[in-house]
């Protein structure tokens, strides 16, 4: 079971995930994307969510 942890910005949105067992949570990536285009950073975050089998997500804010 695996752990999504999004830091949202305007146009970055950084990206953690824990590993398989949901313990240890480590950065994956930085997403880049255009001012306030959050549809593209919504579509990475389903694509992640689909290709990982993601159980939960913690948004910062």
């Known amino acids: 079971m695996r ?9 970055t949105l950084g990206i953690a995930m824990s590993d398989p067992s ?9 997403f880049m994307f255009a001012e306030n285009d959050y549809e593209s ?10 290709e990982f089998k993601i159980k939960g997500i913690i948004l910062g804010l």
Request: no cysteine; aromatic share 8%.
């Open 41 to 50: 950073a919504a579509r990475k975050v389903v694509s992640l969510v689909q």
């Open 3 to 11: 752990y999504l942890g999004l830091d949202l910005g305007t146009k």
């Open 22 to 30: 949901g313990i240890i949570a480590s950065a994956y990536e930085t």
